[in-house]
């Protein structure tokens, strides 16, 4: 009795979930009249627009991640070794872009870098660049800082220190050769994660007028009917792959985070 | 003499990238909440808030948010509860928690797509139901742009969401508690309600808000979908953003403030139920 309930929750569930991708498939297959064809996947793909701003999206998404392990992995490293009494004001900050909406952050971005005040950063496109890749760092704190604090609390980074100290390591040779290498599969989880969010992110791009794959994404849903149904498959394409990745990764190297 | 200590430096780097992009922008904003426009302080803008626009905008925000975070406590309880402790195979547990941490990072603009070409005019559902069963739900008075349409949608990230953070708790459900219930007479019901729901009830009032919080400040899907059809909070300042429609910049700043509010309070009752709630994990 108690199972027969168990299996009807979860299948109800499932067809929840399992529906709408189904009804995304199907409708991507539906641009030619009469029969299923790759028509609007052909159509997408064809869309210079689209590699623009898919690859426009990669890149900043490729940035975000090499920007977010510079300022996380240095800092969740120093504050274990030399100021402990620091972590939860640093851990505070990290779930902070969780609490604040993206679109509130945004917002004022566009109040404090606009071209009348110090620093003009809209003024420019590649300042506003730098403005969005910046956000999109904010974004994937909280997880990269999770992925690599809990990678670190695997490792007994006094000791490491001391050992690389006495055989001569600089801090640059201490955070890039051994503390990097040791937390690799924690800041990967973390960083395909954060592809996974930026990767379609569409509120801070669209305010800050950037040409990323989100704002486009929504642009087409607004004028076209079936290629929509094909970019939402292609998107759940790569956030899967990415979460695929992720779990793959922290299995392989038995540390890393859950989603959220 | 003490020794001047340079530790701080080193933590120089993380704390001005997070002043520059994350807190001073926040700050301006609240600060330009209280401002008027000659920069004095003023209480104007937040009175300002109480226009009946933004009330209702206000209102059909939380109503989406509560309802979606209702429904996606609920049925994702009830699905880990049958993955946990059901009597299924083991073999289901990986699978779900790896789709659940897929499904609640996919949202935004494709999720609107899917659940267009699922339960919009012409999608899969629509279509089938009509022609299966002759039901026509868009003429029964269902619109996927509208309160009920954006919950079912806002549901595919939050049930996973749900699942992924309630599995743990209901795992840390010691098998002694439940044995010594038994033992004691009570029935699977008591057990329930005065031995299992008490130690994970901090867990589910905290997912609760965090649910809500996720919703509410939601902008890319509800845009997708409905454009600006429905006037939840997070489009109007969107709309307020790109071409200050509410025809006051300050009143956007009140606004933006509001929701800062809304999802700040949010987040400490998660914090404050996690805390009470992590007494009975040890």
Known sequence: MKRLWSWAALALGALYFLLPLIGTIEFSLRMRRGEYSLDAYRSVLSDAAFRQTFSYSVVMALLTIVLGVLIVVPTAYWVRLRLPRLRPVIEFITLLPLVIPAIVVVFGYIRLYNTSSILPLTGTASGTNLLLLCGYATLALPYMYRAVDTGLSTLDVRSLTEAAQSLGAGWTRIIGRLILPNVLGAVMSGAFLSFAIVIGEFTMAALLNRPAFGPYMQLLGANRAYEPAALAVIAFAVTWGCMGLMQLISRLFGTGMQAK | ?282
């Not at chain 2, 080193?10 to 002043?19: D, M, N, Q």
């Not at chain 2, 010691?174 to 004691?184: D, G």
């Not at chain 2, 809500?212 to 979908?225: H, I, P």
């Not at chain 2, 910049?249 to 999802?263: D, E, N, R, S």
């Open chain 2, 1 to 282: 003499m003490t020794r001047l200590n340079w530790n701080w430096l080193g933590v120089v780097p993380f704390f001005a990238f997070a002043a520059l992009f994350l807190i001073l922008p926040t700050m301006n904003i609240v600060i330009g909440a209280f401002r008027n426009p000659e920069g004095g302080f003023t209480l104007a803008n937040l009175a300002g808030l109480a226009s009946p626009r933004i009330v209702e905008s206000f209102a059909i925000s939380i109503k989406v948010s509560l309802a979606s975070a209702v429904l996606g406590c609920l049925i994702g309880f009830a699905m880990a509860a049958a993955v946990v402790m059901g009597g299924l195979p083991g073999w289901i547990k990986a699978p779900l928690m790896t789709f659940s941490g897929v499904a609640s990072n996919f949202a935004g603009v494709p999720l609107a797509f899917a659940f267009i070409s699922t339960l919009g005019r012409v999608g899969l559902v629509t279509m089938l139901l009509r022609q299966w069963f002759g039901i026509n739900i868009y003429a029964m008075g269902f619109n996927l742009l509208s309160f009920w349409g954006l919950t079912l949608t806002y549901l595919f990230f939050q049930i996973p969401l749900m699942i992924l953070i309630i599995t743990p708790a209901l795992e840390g459900l010691k098998r002694e508690w439940r044995e010594a219930a038994e033992v004691l007479g009570a029935s699977t019901f008591q057990y329930w309600r005065m031995v299992a729901l008490p130690i994970l009830f901090p867990s589910l009032l905290g997912t609760f808000a965090l649910l809500f919080a996720n919703s509410f400040g939601a902008v890319a899907t509800a845009y997708a979908l409905t454009g600006s059809s429905l006037s939840i909070v997070p489009i109007m300042l969107f709309a307020q953003i790109r071409g200050d429609v509410l025809q006051d910049p300050h009143l956007g700043y009140a606004m933006a403030f509001g929701m800062i509010v809304v999802t700040g309070l949010a987040n400490l009752a998660y914090v404050v139920m996690r805390a009470r709630a992590e007494r009975w994990m040890r």
